[in-house]
């Protein structure tokens, strides 16, 4: 009859603690998961926006003081350009990795069919860049404006006949892909004919431009190697004071702050360096999309900390009412203890090593879970693995530790109260 009886406190206590372990597991698991995507998601969440279009625009130094000054837009073909040779440069800044494509453009205008005037651009589209490195960088507004709807199919910078057009302009026009259009640039002796590839809609101004190889307008311009401006797409941190103080005056920062502001990927701070290496560029972040994909940044991340925080909570409760419903089912083996001249710090610290070794098995088996859970939301979220980051481990150690005794604390205050003549006499 005894032996049947512990048997079954036995066997009662192991499903308490299995459980215990279980709602650690659970917990962890999340947490490390949403700790790993947390801490990994700042380039993949830019890397998403990044197809969303620039958010640094190089422009000729001196048109942009004319705007600086008068707030006076200056036109292209003013006299003001870059050259198309600095162009690989950026590609050799502190924060080359971080620049994930660009496009220059030279816009002018061209005389249609009907006579009305029509807003031209010249780019890249899929362009093959040398660097001065001795490699090649793919740039253009393919991967720069990967957003667009195009009908139909991208111009090749190979081929000087094709045009993009702008739904918009299209619809005016009444053309489709397929169809040419004769045109006549500014600045060129004859209309040239032109063979739309694709119709693009973007949701912007461009939708009443066409897009051309570059090389053909700066062919009609006899501008060869110039070019008017340079949208570039760079994976950025998002802005603090530091960071907006520099972009006010560089030169008013300290020697350490200018090494930390250098350093990290700002907006700012990478616009310069693209300045240091572009002769004559002035280059500006565009403000809404940079301080939008921080605002982005931090608000996932901190939807993530709050999962983790609510995860968290949820194991303590668990564990505590656990522990505390093991507490009363024990009453009588604990009253017993006590009545033998066990003290309740022995007693306590019993039921809590108990605790701790079920958690700590329980937040392994979460952890692993976790790394794999992370994985699941990396490659259905984001499309790539999320990196297993070491300081979480230590920071799970912590957090597993932190939740089993924040919910033992109610079984522990349960446990001292116990009087074993009461307890032990069924009161």
């Known amino acids: 009859m005894f032996w049947r009886m512990l048997q079954g406190a036995l066997a009662r206590q192991r499903r308490r603690l299995f459980m215990v372990a ?6 962890v698991s999340l947490t490390t998961a949403m700790l790993n995507v947390m801490l990994d998601v700042g380039d993949k969440v830019n890397r998403e926006l990044k197809a969303y279009g620039a958010n640094i625009t190089v422009t000729p130094r001196a048109a942009s003081v004319v705007k ?8 292209e073909g003013s006299g003001q350009y870059l050259q198309e040779a600095d162009l690989g440069k950026i590609k050799t800044i502190f924060w080359a990795n971080n620049i994930v494509t660009f496009a220059p453009s030279l816009l002018t205008d061209a005389v249609g069919p009907d006579g009305q005037t029509i807003p031209i651009v010249g780019t890249w589209f899929d362009h093959e860049l040398p660097l001065p490195t001795g490699d090649t960088a793919s740039t253009g507004i393919k991967a720069l404006k990967s957003w667009w709807d195009v009908q139909g ?23 489709r892909a397929g169809d040419t259009i004769a045109i006549r640039l500014v600045g060129g002796q004859q209309a040239e004919r032109f063979t739309v590839t694709g119709v693009f809609n973007s949701g912007g101004n461009e939708d009443e431009q066409i897009f051309v190889p570059l090389r053909k307008v700066q062919q009609a311009l006899q501008l060869d190697g110039k070019i008017g401006k340079v949208e570039v797409s760079a994976i950025t941190t998002p802005e603090n004071e ?5 972009a006010q005056d560089p030169k ?20 310069y360096q693209i300045e240091e290496v572009v002769n004559g560029a002035r280059a500006k972040p565009v403000r809404q999309v940079a301080e939008s994909e921080g605002a982005i940044l931090q608000k996932t991340q901190l939807l993530m900390l ?22 009363m089912e024990r009453s009588k083996e604990i009253g017993l203890l006590k ?16 605790t701790l070794l079920a958690g700590a098995g329980g937040g392994l088996v979460g ?17 790539s693995a999320v990196a297993a980051k070491g300081m979480v481990i230590p920071l799970v150690m912590v957090l597993v530790a932190m939740v089993t005794l924040a919910g033992s604390l109610p079984a522990m205050r349960m446990l001292l109260t116990l009087r074993p003549a009461e307890v032990l006499h069924g009161r």
């Not at 279980?22 to 917990?27: K, N, R, V």
């Not at 600086?68 to 036109?75: I, K, P, R, S």
């Not at 530091?242 to 520099?246: G, N, S, V």
């Not at 009545?339 to 108990?354: C, F, I, R």
């Open 306 to 327: 709050l999962i983790t925080v609510l995860s968290l909570a949820g194991s303590a409760l668990g564990i505590s009412n656990l522990l505390s419903a093991s507490v």
């Open 252 to 271: 008013s920062l300290s020697l350490k702050e200018w090494e930390t502001w250098y350093c990290t990927a700002y907006v700012s701070s990478i616009s």
């Open 68 to 75: 600086d000054l008068y707030g006076v837009e200056t036109a």
């Open 339 to 354: 009545a033998l001249g066990a003290t309740d710090g022995a007693v306590a610290l019993l039921v809590l090593v108990e």
């Open 22 to 27: 279980l709602t650690i597991a659970l917990g």
């Open 367 to 383: 952890y692993f879970a976790g790394l794999g859970f992370a994985q699941i939301i990396g490659w259905s979220v984001f499309g």
């Open 242 to 246: 530091l960071a907006r103080k520099a």
């Open 153 to 175: 199919s991208w111009v090749t910078d190979t081929d000087n006949q094709g045009a993009m057009v702008g739904s918009l302009l299209a619809a005016k026009l009444g053309l």
